[in-house]
């Protein structure tokens, strides 16, 4: 005898494959929205991670690294490799050498960057069956900075969006004139007694006259 567990169980299987068919069935008659690569290229967004390169400066022509080596450290696979060289004006990067095959693509080399010397690209058009052709010297990766378009982000742009908001500055008031109300205190000397408030008479009676009686108020 068949027990309720069973038919509950195979209630269920029935239920799911019937929705995944029906997903399979809504789509079945769609447009495919598959490219044909590389006949025709999607459009890459602008934060689009994609090859890592070198870049020049468009004003001096020359190179934007200056083998400070803050790439190397940060890396986390440790698949960058720099060498600087010292000149009287600035530094150089003697030699740059980047293991694509292992790259993790995190972008923390762009971020750390002082001069914007190595970007990602908005291509990923690199494949190839000998690992050997991914290991790019410097050179190499100039010329994938001029054959691609550069993403969106860079090192002082990344720097500047992750960095806190300054404090707005309270607008400077003007001080408020003193009140006429408000005058200063009468420091002055008080004035003399009046002529009113005299002394009383304290002279000598003369012969033959009577000496003067204090009022009785």
């Known amino acids: 005898m068949v027990s309720d567990g069973f038919w509950t169980e195979t209630g269920q299987l029935v239920r799911a494959v019937g929705r995944a068919m029906g997903v399979t069935f809504k789509n079945l008659l769609r447009r495919p929205i598959t490219v ?4 025709v290229k ?8 994609g090859l890592l390169a070198l870049t020049y400066d468009p004003q001096t022509g020359e190179e934007n690294c200056i083998g400070c080596r803050l790439c190397e450290y940060i890396c986390p696979p440790t698949v960058i490799k720099v060498e600087m060289l010292k000149a009287e004006k600035r530094n150089f990067a003697k030699t740059f050498t980047l293991e694509l095959y292992a790259c993790e693509f995190c972008e923390l080399c762009v971020q750390v960057c002082p001069t914007d010397a190595i970007i990602m690209m908005k291509s990923f058009d690199l494949a190839t069956a000998d690992r050997r052709e991914l290991l790019l010297d410097k050179d190499r990766l100039h010329a994938l900075g001029l054959q691609f378009d550069p993403s969106w982000a860079t090192g002082n742009r990344l720097r500047d969006m992750q960095a806190p908001p300054k404090a707005a500055k309270a607008p400077a008031h003007a001080p408020e004139p003193a009140s ?12 003399a007694t009046s002529a009113t408030q005299t002394s009383p008479d304290r002279r000598t009676a003369e012969p033959g006259e009577a000496a003067p009686t204090a009022k009785s108020e």
């Open 180 to 191: 006429a109300a408000q005058s200063p205190p009468d420091r002055r000397a008080p004035e």
């Open 36 to 39: 044909r690569y590389p006949t």
């Open 42 to 49: 999607r459009v890459y967004p602008d934060r689009f991670r």
